[in-house]
């Protein structure tokens, strides 16, 4: 990506992506495994139902991101309000999602879902409004580079998690 000057001062919003952003896959192949056969896709999103608090743990580890975690402290300690805008399919997994987000950064992050990585820019929009903030208060954090491009052109702060060490 290209070199980009954020005065973290200025931001009053962050999100976060939440597969490989916030929880980093241990598994790489995860997808694909979750697709293998209906078995598969089923028991994924069930066990994630029924165990939440030890889903990203034990049945799909997941690591935290020693320079998004800095960088949530340094926000933290500024005031600025944080969200986790994960674009999903279903719901079931949700609350897994969220209890890994409160167990290893900060409780008070909300934690929301998009259908779609399209409808990502619509959330932004709702968080926005429910904060009366510029798009250029926000700083989004996501893995997926056209997300990055997409809410750059939105002209909204945008990073690849590879990037965020420049920041703190």
Do not use: W
């Amino acid at each position: 990506m290209e070199n980009k000057t954020i005065n973290i001062d200025n931001i009053k919003i962050a999100i976060f992506d939440f597969d490989d952003t916030l929880a980093i896959h241990r598994d790489k192949n995860y997808l694909k495994r979750r697709y293998e056969n209906e078995d598969n896709y089923l028991n994924y999103y069930l066990n994630a139902y029924l165990n939440p608090n030890s889903f990203y743990e034990n049945i799909e580890p997941c690591d935290i991101s020693d320079s998004i975690h800095k960088l949530i402290n340094t926000l933290k300690n500024k005031g600025v309000k944080m969200y986790c805008v994960s674009g999903m399919k279903y719901s079931f997994h949700l609350k897994a999602k969220e209890h890994f987000v409160h167990k290893y950064y900060d409780e008070n992050i909300e934690v929301f879902s998009a259908g779609t990585q399209e409808l990502k820019c619509k959330a932004v929009k709702i968080i926005q409004r429910m904060n009366k903030c510029n798009l250029d208060e926000m700083l989004f954090i996501d893995d997926i580079e056209e997300n990055i491009v997409m809410f750059n052109n939105m002209g909204i702060h945008a990073l690849l998690p590879s990037e965020v060490d420049m920041l703190i």
